[in-house]
């Protein structure tokens, strides 16, 4: 094997290695070898290779002994310091926590990772019942509203093949997916939001719009959502719309001058 060969195989290995890590939620639902090859697509046989690596390097645990796995103190590490490390979370956590408690509800900024989005600022008023979300959330772009704004402020090059890959992984549920993209595109052009109602959870709503931030000109989503049993949306859109756009334009001033590359 030549050099190249070799690190090649090493930067597969890192990246396969990622990707099982990626596949554990901000739910923190212990996950086996089965459920790991489901999310991540690997060959059983890698999966099980690359979690007995995790295992012996601090990054994965068994979960009483059994054949499920959880994240370990050595993962949990990495992502608390990127959250200590970057300066973009220090400044929009006291904005987002400021509309959450004014609002009563959650309130989480986020971009995207492969078919989904990966909240990286995450804020809750401590009045609401919400998802058992937070920062490392990932959330189907495709049935939620701050996926569907992020796709809406792609450029279209980039939208119309990210479209196709959802529908086509939407399987028998394609058409429905292409109408509730097409109405939140259309509340989008309207009003400059989209929302989702019981499609992620049942009774959770979400409101979202994308904002353009940082040196990078970044793309990424600001939404607001809550549980409620019977939400008058018509209400929650006239209280909410104004307060999100309104902070969606103090974070973009903030962070005009940060590096927001993610």
């Known amino acids: 094997m030549t050099t190249t060969d070799a690190q090649r195989n090493i930067t597969l290995t890192v990246e396969r290695g990622l990707e099982v890590l990626c596949a554990f939620r901000a739910a923190r639902s212990p996950l086996s070898n089965a459920e790991l090859v489901r999310r991540t697509g690997l060959p059983k046989a890698t999966v099980s ?10 990054y994965l645990r068994r979960v009483g002994g059994g054949r499920q796995f959880e994240l370990s103190a050595g993962a949990l590490s990495i992502g608390h310091a990127y959250l200590e490390a970057n300066p973009m979370t220090r400044i929009v956590n006291p904005v987002m926590q400021k509309l959450a408690d004014k609002l009563d509800l959650s309130v ?17 008023s401590g009045k609401i019942a919400t998802l058992r979300l937070g920062v490392g959330s990932l ?14 402020a792609l450029p279209q090059a980039e939208r119309e093949p990210l479209i196709a890959e959802l529908l086509e992984a939407a399987g028998d549920h394609a058409d429905v997916v292409r109408k509730n993209l097409d109405t939140a595109f259309d509340d989008l052009r309207e009003s ?51 307060e999100l756009k309104s902070a969606a334009v103090r974070l973009t001033e903030l962070l005009v001058d940060v590096d927001c590359e993610p």
Not at 143 to 152: D, E, I, P, S
């Open 139 to 152: 959330l189907p772009i495709e049935t939620t509203a701050v996926g569907r704004a992020y796709l809406y």
């Open 108 to 124: 989480a900024l986020a971009i995207p990772h492969h078919l989904d989005m990966l909240y990286i600022g995450w804020r809750a």
């Open 192 to 242: 400059g939001v989209c929302m989702a109602v019981g499609e992620y959870q049942r009774n959770a709503y979400g409101i979202a719009l994308p904002l353009v931030i940082g040196r990078s000109h970044t793309l990424m989503t600001l939404n607001c959502g809550a549980v409620e049993l019977v939400p008058d949306m018509m209400a929650i859109r006239k209280r909410v719309i104004p």
């Open 49 to 58: 290779r690359l979690t007995t690596t995790l295992i012996s390097v601090g």
